[in-house]
């Protein structure tokens, strides 16, 4: 079966770095896009781009474009999202999603992980 | 970026009720829609996705209709379970966006 498995919760000083690490299991980490999305405290969901673990390119919203970077490990079967220059307004629990397949018809946003709560407070 | 609205933003309802949530986007976006739901503290997950096809595991009282700018939810028979925060999105172009979501309430 499918999971996706994140690293714990972080706590960050304004201006700093974070780097949270989705681990994918039960299926091809290959062939299924991946994304991230995240959600303030009390707030709606907002989405934070996607990665293709295949080759390893990403696409980023606007928003976030020179904050944000997606990699992967193809061996570890894990995709890391990171966020610099951190503010408060950061402070949210980041989640990945699995997006698509690349080879079959799957839907998007079918599975997720458990979420990563980040803190940023000085 | 498209604009996803839906309304109402709350809804109390009881358990045995129909209840229809809505969503608008601000241009069209074919039937790129999917719906989740979220209960507190969890993961969204995902019910509905192209306007109207069931993920699997989700019980048949979903369904989605629409296509364009307009698009419902409909829960045929509330059950217990079925009290949390819906939201809607659009997958047509990135950047994908949500609604504000709707959050369905004990009457």
């Known amino acids: 079966q499918v999971h996706l498995v994140q690293s714990g919760a972080e706590v960050k000083k304004p201006g700093a770095s974070v780097k949270v690490s989705c681990k994918a299991s039960?299926?091809?980490?290959?062939?299924?896009?991946m994304h991230w999305v995240r959600q303030a405290p009390g707030q709606g969901l907002e989405w934070m781009g996607i990665i293709n673990p295949r080759g390893g390119m990403a696409t980023y919203p606007q928003k976030f474009k020179g904050r944000v970077t997606m990699t992967r490990d193809t061996s570890a079967s894990t995709v890391y999202m990171e966020l610099s220059s951190l503010r408060s307004e950061d402070t949210a629990v980041y989640y990945c999603?699995?997006?698509?397949?690349?080879?079959?018809?799957?839907?998007?946003?079918?599975?997720w992980g458990q979420g990563t709560l980040v803190t940023v407070s000085s | 970026d498209i604009q996803m609205t839906q309304s109402p933003s709350s809804l109390p309802a009881s358990v045995g009720d129909r209840v229809i949530i809505t969503c608008r986007a601000s241009q069209s976006i074919s039937t790129d829609l999917n719906w989740f739901q979220q209960i507190p503290g969890k993961a969204p997950k995902l019910l509905i996705y192209g306007t109207s096809s069931l993920q699997n595991g989700v019980p048949s009282r979903f369904s989605g209709s629409g296509s364009g700018t307009d698009f419902t939810l409909t829960i045929s028979s509330l059950q217990s379970e079925d009290f949390a925060t819906y939201y809607c999105?659009?997958?047509?172009?990135?950047?994908?966006?949500f609604g504000q979501g709707t959050t369905l309430a004990i009457k």
């Open positions: 999105q659009q997958s047509h172009i990135t950047p994908y966006t």
């Open positions: 039960g299926y091809s980490f290959t062939s299924y896009f």
């Open positions: 999603a699995r997006g698509m397949g690349m080879t079959t018809v799957t839907p998007d946003f079918d599975y």
